[in-house]
């Protein structure tokens, strides 16, 4: 079967992948301008038909890559954004051995369900129901489904090195490292337990957001089933009913960035799939977030990282920003500097500019498009499922049509959350790591300029020896500076003494050498 299956997949794929290379080549080549974009957007519709006829797993994988900049044309991305997790549902008589054989006879378990399901996913669907009388809603998952995503990503796992062939080195690199993190987040959203643990982290990183989530009933709850509190509310997308209950949608648009940043750059963990279908809101107005499946996590240090590149953004500082994203592994060794901040500059200037019409807004996203396809630019892994919460959370406000500067926002996410002091001190950690960087350097030639010292005595016998002083100052008060910066994270007072005391030792070694 598994043969079949390959064939099947790659027959049907190979023809968007050939005409993919074919385009993409073009757009980076044109740089996204006088172009025939129809052209595009007829192979992209191409490559959305192709992913849904082959089922679950590549309607997934479509809507991984539909925030892939790196990998796909513009149009390609407009086309794929598309692309919806809705799929025609299993009949109840094959849903409900599972919910028995994990819960218990339906029956005795649940005062109802309502059979008819109330939405239809590709890996699960969804049914209303009461316990107690507390209306609830009972997530189950599709028939199955196991079998057909473990046969289909043995299958791209085989067809991914033959595609590969015909496309261009930097997408290689991309579509390897996209695959890898698909492939793990796909079984963790098979298993309901770790949904359960996520939205319960979230929901308490959160509690004093604006927001409502939905609890959990753990009696209910197991790997292949989902027992939850039923949150009704109004699509966010649904910008008539949202009006007609006179709800703030530029005030939405402002709560929605809000939350999801806050999640991502206070706590590390954030919902990665916040597509409209996932997003609602309450009659007064506060949002509802369902669906917690597809996480991303940062460690401390990628998120420190991340804070240091959206303040220099906000602060209007390519060479910072530079800084950061190659502390984050978001460039190749070899980028080149200059080309990579005219590039941001010309970024910076957009974000912090007046709100740019319909047509300024598609170049813009045609340069950046263009950016990460021709400059020298990776997406680490961990950072991948940032990238799509990113994109989609842009896609929500493009709907809403509101006067909305992210930068603002974003200058107050980061005053809010308490954020710039932590970005501080990690740019004067980075500062005094290249310092102390290049110290060592300095130290690692000493053997050879003894060498020239000793093969020119006459010289240094008219010399007095001070740079051994002010070297060792250097040392000591360097050291000083970066354990203070450390320190001051915790004890501000000794961390700030720290830091005085370093800059006091390095003016008496000055000194000392100029004696």
Same mark, same amino acid.
């Given at each position: 079967?598994?043969?079949?299956?390959?064939?099947?997949?790659?027959?049907?794929?190979?023809?968007?992948?050939?005409?993919?290379?074919?385009?993409?080549?073009?757009?980076?080549?044109?740089?996204?301008?006088?172009?025939?974009?129809?052209?595009?957007?007829?192979?992209?519709?191409?490559?959305?038909?192709?992913?849904?006829?082959?089922?679950?797993?590549?309607?997934?994988?479509?809507?991984?890559?539909?925030?892939?900049?790196?990998?796909?044309?513009?149009?390609?991305?407009?086309?794929?954004?598309?692309?919806?997790?809705?799929?025609?549902?299993?009949?109840?008589?094959?849903?409900?051995?599972?919910?028995?054989?994990?819960?218990?006879?339906?029956?005795?378990?649940?005062?109802?369900?309502?059979?008819? +399901?109330?939405?239809?996913?590709?890996?699960?669907?969804?049914?209303?129901?009461?316990?107690?009388?507390?209306?609830?809603?009972?997530?189950?998952?599709? +028939?199955?489904?196991?079998?057909?995503?473990?046969? /289909?990503?043995?299958?791209?796992?085989?067809?991914?090195?033959?595609?590969?062939?015909?496309?261009?080195?930097?997408?290689?690199?991309?579509?390897?490292?996209?695959?890898?993190?698909?492939?793990?987040?796909?079984?963790?959203?098979?298993? =309901?337990?770790?949904?359960?643990?996520?939205?319960?982290?979230?929901?308490?990183?959160?509690?004093?957001?604006?927001?409502?989530?939905?609890?959990?009933?753990?009696? =209910?709850?197991?790997?292949?089933?989902?027992?939850?509190?039923?949150?009704?509310?109004?699509?966010?997308?649904?910008?008539?009913?949202?009006?007609?209950?006179?709800?703030?949608?530029?005030?939405?648009?402002? /709560?929605?960035?809000?939350?999801?940043?806050?999640?991502?750059?206070?706590?590390?963990?954030?919902?990665?799939?916040?597509?409209?279908?996932?997003?609602?809101?309450?009659?007064?107005?506060?949002?509802?977030?369902?669906?917690?499946?597809?996480?991303?996590?940062?460690?401390?240090?990628?998120?420190?990282?991340?804070?240091?590149?959206?303040?220099?953004?906000?602060?209007?500082?390519? +060479?910072?920003?530079?800084?950061?994203?190659?502390?984050?592994?978001?460039?190749?060794?070899?980028?080149?500097?200059?080309?990579?901040?005219?590039?941001?500059?010309?970024?910076?200037?957009?974000?912090?500019?007046?709100?740019?019409?319909?047509?300024?807004?598609?170049?813009?996203?045609?340069?950046?498009?263009?950016?990460?396809?021709?400059?020298?630019?990776?997406?680490?892994?961990?950072?991948?499922?940032?990238?799509?919460?990113?994109?989609?959370?842009?896609?929500? =406000?493009?709907?809403?049509?509101?006067?909305?500067?992210?930068?603002?926002?974003?200058?107050?996410?980061?005053?809010?959350?308490?954020?710039?002091?932590?970005?501080?001190?990690?740019?004067?950690?980075?500062?005094?790591?290249?310092?102390?960087?290049?110290?060592?350097?300095?130290?690692?030639?000493?053997?050879?300029?003894?060498?020239?010292?000793?093969?020119?005595?006459?010289?240094?016998?008219?010399?007095?020896?001070?740079?051994?002083?002010?070297?060792?100052?250097?040392?000591?008060?360097?050291?000083?500076?970066?354990?203070?910066?450390?320190?001051?994270?915790?004890?501000?007072?000794?961390?700030?003494?720290?830091?005085?005391?370093?800059?006091?030792?390095?003016?008496?070694?000055?000194?000392?050498?100029?004696?």
């Amino acid at each position: 079967m598994s043969n079949i299956r390959t064939i099947q997949v790659l027959y049907k794929l190979l023809p968007s992948i050939l005409a993919l290379r074919k385009d993409r080549r073009k757009w980076v080549n044109t740089e996204g301008k006088d172009t025939d974009l129809e052209k595009y957007r007829k192979n992209a519709r191409k490559v959305l038909n192709t992913f849904i006829s082959l089922g679950p797993v590549y309607i997934k994988l479509g809507q991984w890559l539909s925030s892939r900049a790196d990998i796909l044309p513009q149009p390609y991305l407009e086309e794929l954004a598309k692309l919806q997790d809705s799929v025609p549902a299993a009949p109840f008589d094959l849903v409900k051995p599972i919910i028995e054989n994990d819960i218990g006879p339906l029956n005795e378990k649940f005062e109802s369900i309502d059979q008819n +399901p109330l939405s239809g996913a590709s890996l699960g669907q969804v049914y209303r129901g009461r316990i107690s009388g507390q209306e609830i809603v009972i997530k189950v998952k599709r +028939p199955g489904i196991e079998k057909v995503v473990e046969e /289909d990503l043995k299958v791209l796992k085989k067809i991914l090195p033959m595609a590969l062939r015909f496309v261009d080195p930097n997408l290689r690199f991309s579509a390897r490292a996209m695959l890898s993190q698909f492939i793990e987040t796909i079984h963790e959203e098979m298993d =309901y337990t770790i949904e359960s643990t996520n939205l319960k982290k979230i929901k308490q990183d959160m509690k004093k957001s604006n927001i409502a989530i939905p609890s959990v009933y753990d009696d =209910y709850s197991s790997k292949n089933v989902l027992t939850m509190e039923y949150l009704p509310g109004i699509k966010i997308t649904n910008i008539e009913a949202l009006d007609e209950k006179g709800i703030d949608r530029h005030k939405l648009v402002i /709560d929605v960035h809000k939350v999801f940043f806050t999640m991502l750059l206070r706590h590390s963990l954030f919902h990665a799939d916040p597509h409209p279908g996932n997003i609602s809101v309450t009659d007064d107005g506060k949002l509802i977030l369902y669906d917690y499946g597809m996480v991303g996590r940062l460690d401390n240090d990628t998120r420190l990282r991340l804070i240091r590149l959206y303040l220099a953004l906000v602060e209007k500082d390519p +060479p910072r920003t530079v800084n950061a994203m190659a502390d984050l592994g978001m460039l190749t060794p070899d980028f080149n500097r200059s080309v990579i901040e005219k590039g941001i500059e010309l970024a910076v200037r957009a974000m912090h500019g007046k709100k740019p019409d319909e047509m300024e807004v598609q170049s813009l996203m045609e340069l950046a498009n263009k950016t990460m396809s021709k400059f020298p630019f990776v997406l680490p892994k961990n950072l991948a499922l940032y990238m799509r919460m990113a994109s989609i959370i842009e896609g929500i =406000y493009k709907t809403h049509k509101v006067d909305f500067k992210f930068v603002k926002v974003l200058r107050e996410i980061l005053q809010e959350e308490h954020l710039i002091k932590d970005a501080y001190i990690e740019e004067l950690k980075y500062s005094f790591q290249r310092f102390a960087k290049s110290i060592d350097a300095t130290i690692s030639i000493a053997p050879e300029l003894k060498k020239f010292i000793d093969e020119n005595r006459s010289i240094q016998l008219n010399t007095k020896p001070k740079s051994n002083v002010l070297l060792s100052g250097s040392i000591l008060s360097s050291a000083i500076f970066v354990g203070s910066t450390v320190l001051y994270t915790t004890n501000e007072s000794l961390g700030i003494t720290g830091i005085i005391g370093s800059l006091i030792i390095m003016s008496i070694f000055t000194i000392f050498r100029k004696r």
